[in-house]
């Protein structure tokens, strides 16, 4: 039935002009081939003739919709008969004069590649795919108009990256078939560096490092490492988006994952000194690269650049941390701990002790971030005694800076904090006991990540010394600094256990005002959530006096 049904549809499509009858055809042809009980022989002789003649036509891909429906069907198409069957009947499609046919066809391409990969593909077939991809990424229009702007508002993303998509997928997929034409696309591609229009050099770069991992499996290390030095000779590149790819490229190229660090050409000690005023630039796109490959050189081959070159990137860095884009601001964060691995972390531990007391928020907060990571990186000695020392500094935009730092350190650090939980305890009961709330809600933060990390580590004497100083706070009113003193009382019951906090609850459960008990209620209520049968050998023992009445006999209150 499902047979009938499919053959059927396509004559409709041919014999109805109507716009919604193809797509609701499309979307029917593309559930019956889903379909188990279809036989993709049956589906190769009677239904891909008939479907590529009617579906296939350069009046589908003008409309979104329609297109969007043709590239899913005819991929569902090649998951029931196989790859060649689809490709050889459309990749001439590649040459088309069309180009948003040219982008129908390349999309699909890259979807079937992506699902099955290219084993079916034979020598042939393989060739007429190269070919095509080639014509179709130099043709397209939007490299032809001179002037990067008017393309990005022409294009949309999807449509921008069509080709550069399906080039790298298809290149990806042959792997070491795809050595012989290696040598022609990277011809192509350095042509392009050189194009007037700033659209084709962007895509030049971006294609660039899509590629990296077949050039390496080819044994292309030759001409990877001769892109590295022209795309080295295109960093003065003065539009910000195609200097972005440029670094992008650098940064995942095979020059810097593959081939390693000694081998890079230029040299690493020529390429970092280039890149420090790059970071100046306040493009997005070029920040971020910039700072993932600054990061990729501090982690993998940091000795190849003098001590004095990475602080001055430190300094430049401290300027990224006020970037509006997270991303750029996490990049960063890593890159500090990348460089303190490098050469050691007291000379940036320094510098970021010293941005504390800038006014931002944002950098501060990110400072803290950026101080946590180099205590991680550099384990926690190296940065505690310092972080205690700069607390001692008279002025809360450091002390909570310092709390912030502790707070983020004891989180990505764990169990680690074991060993430093009774040296930072003054630290932290002076932080609760200060008056400046942010202080006690800080200091509250510190200790829940604090406690959590110590958990069932024998430092239950510690953590009960704190406790006593973050109970007096949950009479807090501020909903930041209740969140901060609620969760810290959380993180001791997993450390410390429910009985423990039962025995402070209990004290208020059933206090004359309502606003104590309200507080206490809500305590106890976390308390039976976190555990529940561990309350029950915990609760006071409970005596009958003969008239249904219970009396509390510890705490001597009538129920």
Sequence with gaps: MALQQSKRCVYLFTASPDEEMKKIVLKVV????????????????????????????????LDRRNHKQVVETTVEIANKVGVSEVLSRIVEGLKDDNEPYRRMVMETIEQVIQNLGAADVDTRLEEQLIDGILFAFQEQEELLIDGILFAFQERTESETYTMLNGFGTVVNALGLRAKSYLPQIS????????????????????????????????????LMSHLGVVLYEYLG?????????????????????????????????????RLTPILKNRHEKVQENCIDLVGRIADRGPEHVSAREWMRICFELLEMLKA????????????????????????????LLNNLKVQERQNRVCTTVAIAIVAETCAPFTVVPALMNEFRVPELNVQNGVLKALSFMFEYIGEMAKDYIYAVAPLLEDALMDRDLVHRQTACTTVKHLSLGVAMLGCEDALVHLLNFVWPNIFETSPHVINAVFEAIEGMSVALGVTRILQYVLQGLF?????????????????????????????????????????????ELFV
């Design 30 to 61: 593309k559930q019956c081939v889903g379909t188990d009980g279809v036989d993709a022989a049956y589906v190769k002789e009677e239904i891909l003739p008939e479907y590529f003649r009617a579906f296939w036509v350069r009046r589908m891909a």
């Design 187 to 222: 011809g192509t591609v350095k042509w392009r560096l050189n194009n007037k229009s700033a659209k084709g050099r962007m895509q030049a770069s971006e294609l660039i490092g899509r590629i990296p991992v077949v050039k390496k499996t080819c044994g292309e290390e030759v």
């Design 237 to 273: 590149e003065e539009y910000p988006e195609v200097l972005g790819s440029n670094l992008g490229a650098l940064q995942g190229y095979a020059i810097v994952n593959v081939i390693g660090m000694s081998k890079m050409k230029p040299p690493i000690s020529e390429l970092l000194p």
């Design 324 to 351: 509006h884009k997270k991303a750029i601001r996490r990049a960063a964060v890593n890159t500090f701990g990348y460089i303190a691995k490098a050469i050691g972390p007291q000379d940036v531990l320094h510098t």
């Design 511 to 555: 206090h004359p005002a309502r606003r104590v008990r309200e507080v206490y209620w809500k305590l106890y209520n976390s308390l039976y959530i976190l555990g529940a049968d561990a309350l029950t050998p915990a609760y006071p023992r409970l005596t009958d006096d003969g008239n249904n009445a219970y009396r509390r006999t510890h705490l």
